[in-house]
């Protein structure tokens, strides 16, 4: 579900395979092998779908942080 979540930094870089999200203020966003993104503090956000080979890599600090739902 939509969700947003308290860091003070998110990075994610995609391994394999393919995910589509939904973002605030954008729409929904396709992802592939590859891509890298920036994720906001507090961005309000939705995991849509996730190919079965799908490896993301996220990067955070701090490596505890809270998510809130929407």
């Known amino acids: 579900g939509r969700h947003s979540h308290a860091t003070n930094f998110q990075m994610i870089y995609v391994l394999a395979g393919e995910a589509r999200f939904w973002i605030e203020d954008h729409g929904e966003m396709t992802v592939r092998k590859g ?31 809270a998510t809130v739902e929407h």
């Open 35 to 65: 891509d890298c993104f920036y994720q906001p503090d507090g961005l309000v956000h939705d995991a849509l779908y996730m190919s079965d080979d799908c490896e993301l890599l996220e990067i955070t600090l701090p490596a505890d942080f």
